[in-house]
């Protein structure tokens, strides 16, 4: 008898699962209530779908296998961060984050294994892009956070970013479907201002969102607002530079009249200077925008140290006396390498975004 290759059932989407319902000789709406157990109650195994009878549970699994996310380790921080290493259908690890602060509970998820942006100060971009991460396996980041969140706080998740490993806009289309799905009512029904998306700004993919919409909120990685300061540190500012950024910033703005957030760390003796504070507040004004200045955490005894606190309120003082908002974000679970660039992620990882 011929094998059948089982598929990834959080693949099809509840219109594929109708049809293949009816195929089967089943009634359409059981698609209904299997997508209600895979999606809004994540369920890891058909056996728990209690409402859908023996015979077709064993039909799914004849066809289908659920591709579920599994945390490896999870590691408390002495802050209450807790820092979850995510093990992928196929044993690769991403890692993502639960923040608590008096008000918030925030998940810092990842979009992909690995980078391919070689960002100078960064953790990840030493592992290489090893692959995209599904739309199902970033969803399920979130909801492992979720339910560490009521297990460990008692509260509800409220926010999420996009600041884990990987680039966000490089697996765009997986990180759009992830972003429908926790905030459709058929999954977490989150609200879209509670997310961000991080990224270090590739102009044609801006444009795309603001072309495609998006209600969610957008940080930009900028660290610098001089060409040369930000090359050296993110190469992929030689092919995108500033000029190009902004232009596409205000783009973005006309579309959706979204401020945006600039994640910005001060490093000692490469952007810790009034030129690159008056660069920065000039950068500020082409749209309407806010800074939030974050600690920078060694990842190795690299050229890369977290600059002084004077250096740091001369950037506030000269952002503040042009009208802009700037928040100085202190870094979390540093003592599980949970904090910025000791993720093996993205730098940003600190006190996060607030919009
Ligand atoms: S900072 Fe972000 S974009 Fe840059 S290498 Fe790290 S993960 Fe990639």
Same mark, same amino acid.
């Not at 693949?11 to 109708?18: F, G, I, R, T, Y």
């Not at 232009?247 to 760390?265: A, M, Q």
């Not at 974000?329 to 996060?352: H, W």
């Given at each position: 008898?011929?094998?059948i290759?089982?598929?990834?059932?959080?693949?099809?989407?509840?219109?594929?699962?109708?049809?293949?319902f009816?195929?089967?000789?089943?009634?359409?709406?059981?698609?209904?209530?299997?997508?209600e157990?895979?999606?809004?109650?994540?369920l890891k195994?058909?056996?728990?779908?209690?409402n859908?009878?023996?015979?077709?549970?064993?039909m799914?699994?004849k066809?289908?296998?659920?591709?579920?996310?599994?945390?490896?380790?999870?590691?408390?921080?002495?802050?209450?961060?807790?820092?979850?290493?995510?093990?992928?259908?196929?044993?690769?690890?991403?890692?993502?984050?639960?923040?608590?602060?008096?008000?918030?509970?925030?998940?810092?998820?990842?979009?992909?294994?690995?980078?391919?942006?070689?960002?100078?100060?960064?953790?990840?971009?030493?592992?290489?892009r090893?692959?995209?991460?599904?739309?199902?396996?970033?969803?399920?980041q979130?909801?492992?956070?979720?339910?560490?969140?009521?297990?460990?706080?008692?509260?509800?998740?409220?926010?999420?970013?996009?600041?884990?490993m990987?680039?966000?806009?490089?697996?765009?289309?997986?990180?759009?479907?992830?972003?429908?799905?926790?905030?459709?009512s058929?999954?977490?029904?989150?609200?879209?201002? =509670? !997310?961000?998306? &991080?990224?270090?700004? +590739?102009? %044609?993919?801006? @444009?795309k969102?603001?072309? $495609?919409?998006?209600?969610?909120?957008?940080?930009?990685?900028?660290?610098?607002?001089?060409n040369?300061?930000?090359?050296?540190?993110m190469?992929?500012?030689?092919?995108?530079?500033?000029?190009?950024?902004?232009?596409?910033?205000?783009?973005?703005?006309?579309?959706?009249?979204?401020?945006?957030?600039y994640?910005?760390?001060?490093?000692?003796?490469i952007?810790?200077?009034?030129?690159?504070?008056?660069?920065?507040?000039?950068?500020?004004?082409?749209?309407?925008?806010?800074?939030?200045?974050?600690?920078?955490?060694?990842?190795?005894?690299?050229?890369?140290?977290?600059?002084?606190?004077?250096?740091?309120?001369?950037?506030? =003082? !000269?952002?503040? &006396?042009?009208g802009i +908002?700037? %928040?100085?974000? @202190?870094?979390?679970?540093? $003592?599980?390498?949970?904090?910025?660039?000791?993720?093996?992620?993205?730098n940003?990882?600190?006190?996060?975004?607030?919009?």
């Amino acid at each position: 008898m011929e094998e059948i290759q089982k598929r990834d059932i959080r693949k099809l989407s509840q219109a594929d699962l109708e049809e293949f319902f009816l195929e089967q000789g089943e009634k359409k709406f059981r698609a209904k209530q299997v997508y209600e157990w895979l999606w809004n109650k994540s369920l890891k195994n058909f056996d728990e779908m209690t409402n859908i009878s023996l015979s077709t549970r064993e039909m799914l699994k004849k066809y289908f296998i659920i591709n579920h996310i599994q945390v490896d380790l999870m590691q408390h921080s002495q802050d209450g961060t807790i820092k979850n290493a995510v093990k992928l259908f196929d044993d690769k690890i991403v890692e993502s984050v639960l923040i608590p602060t008096s008000k918030r509970i925030t998940a810092c998820v990842s979009s992909q294994v690995g980078c391919s942006l070689d960002c100078n100060f960064c953790a990840t971009a030493r592992l290489k892009r090893m692959r995209n991460l599904n739309a199902d396996e970033i969803y399920d980041q979130v909801v492992a956070i979720k339910d560490e969140a009521e297990t460990y706080f008692k509260r509800p998740l409220t926010n999420i970013v996009f600041m884990g490993m990987g680039e966000p806009l490089l697996n765009y289309s997986n990180v759009i479907d992830a972003i429908d799905k926790i905030t459709s009512s058929d999954g977490l029904g989150m609200a879209p201002r =509670r !997310i961000t998306l &991080s990224t270090v700004g +590739i102009p %044609k993919m801006i @444009k795309k969102m603001a072309d $495609d919409g998006v209600k969610f909120n957008l940080a930009i990685s900028l660290h610098s607002a001089i060409n040369e300061t930000r090359s050296r540190l993110m190469p992929i500012n030689d092919k995108s530079p500033l000029e190009e950024l902004g232009e596409s910033l205000r783009y973005w703005y006309e579309k959706t009249k979204r401020k945006v957030t600039y994640e910005y760390v001060i490093w000692d003796g490469i952007n810790d200077d009034e030129q690159h504070a008056r660069a920065l507040a000039k950068f500020c004004k082409i749209i309407p925008s806010k800074v939030n200045i974050i600690q920078y955490n060694p990842i190795d005894e690299g050229e890369f140290r977290q600059a002084s606190k004077a250096a740091v309120e001369m950037y506030v =003082r !000269i952002l503040e &006396s042009q009208g802009i +908002i700037a %928040k100085v974000r @202190k870094s979390r679970g540093q $003592d599980i390498d949970a904090a910025c660039g000791q993720l093996a992620n993205k730098n940003e990882v600190a006190e996060l975004v607030k919009i």
